[in-house]
């Protein structure tokens, strides 16, 4: 006899509770699919309602009635992947530390669908790292009154996130080493050039981002760490390749206080590896290497 499926589309008003028992019940496993909508957070709308005001958000957490259904969904013992509809960040602090994995799809479009299932079926290893920084909340910002840049962005903030600026897991481990540099002491006008060898520690053949990070000891207004060059490499298990990662001039300034972009001369601290060099428990350990060059020499550049 043959079988038949079904599709359904069910809703229900913002904030009006369902009764999922049925469905959990039967369940092997549970995909919770929560976040924002665009309805929710944009500029400028007429919207009123708890954590949203006029387009603003007053808080980062998911709306209260979708935490109380994460809430329930975990308390029923069956094994919960949250999957995160958004267009910017969520202090998802609960699911954190109760929900065993969480993964991020922002809003994926028309083959979102598909590129869920495929990534939590492992047809392929995840291999996308945050654009934005996921703070705790909302008391770890500044007030949008103020456009200083002191405790804004990965680049100034001194706290612990929840989840950093290219934070990202995939199925497998990568390992970073023979860091080397085109030159070693640079002019005031010289780009950089970095390589470096990267393999992958794992049984699982995956796509890596190489993140290139820069800082500026001792510089006045310069921040903690600077992204300065991206390469996207596709690593077979165990395999090693070598990684050359461009880092143009510009990407090598700082703003001085007084809003002055310039090259500035001294040590030029460099970070390469699967993201920042941060870590807090429950995160996995980054990895990656450092290195360092030295700059000779000082220039204005253009705004």
Do not use: C
């Not at 949203?52 to 994460?70: C, I, K, N, Y």
């Not at 969904?73 to 699911?95: E, Q, R």
């Amino acid at each position: 006899m043959a079988s038949t499926s079904q599709a359904k589309f069910v809703w229900h008003e913002p904030g009006v509770k369902a009764d999922y028992s049925d469905a959990i019940r039967k369940a092997d496993l549970i995909i919770a699919v929560l976040g924002l909508t665009s309805e929710l957070e944009g500029e400028d709308m007429p919207i009123d309602v708890p954590g949203f005001r006029g387009g603003d958000r007053t808080t980062l957490d998911l709306p209260q009635v979708q935490r109380e259904l994460l809430e329930g969904l975990v308390a029923s013992g069956k094994p919960v992947v949250l999957v995160l509809m958004a267009g910017s960040a969520l202090g998802v602090n609960w699911a954190n530390e109760h929900v065993p994995a969480i993964l991020e799809a922002w809003y994926p479009g028309e083959e979102g669908g598909t590129a869920v299932a495929e990534a939590l079926a492992g047809d392929f290893s995840p291999s996308g790292k945050l654009p934005v920084t996921f703070y705790r909340s909302v008391d770890q910002l500044p007030p949008f009154e103020d456009y200083d840049m002191k405790g804004r962005t990965y680049r100034y903030f001194t706290g612990e996130p929840l989840y950093p600026f290219g934070y990202g897991l995939s199925y497998t481990k990568f390992a970073f080493s023979n860091l080397t540099f085109d030159k070693n002491a640079l002019g005031a006008t010289d780009d950089l050039t970095a390589t470096v060898d990267v393999k992958n520690t794992g049984e699982m053949a995956s796509n890596e981002v190489v993140e290139l990070y820069v800082a500026h000891p001792g510089i006045d207004g310069a921040p903690i760490r600077s992204l300065a060059g991206i390469s996207r490499v596709s690593l077979n298990p165990r395999e090693t390749k070598s990684v050359t990662i461009q880092v143009p001039n510009r990407n090598l300034s700082v703003v001085t206080p007084d809003g002055t972009r310039r090259i500035v001369p001294g040590e030029l601290q460099v970070w390469v590896g699967d993201g920042q060099p941060v870590a807090r428990a429950g995160l996995s350990k980054y990895a990656g290497i450092t290195g360092s060059v030295i700059i000779h020499g000082s220039m204005i550049l253009p705004k």
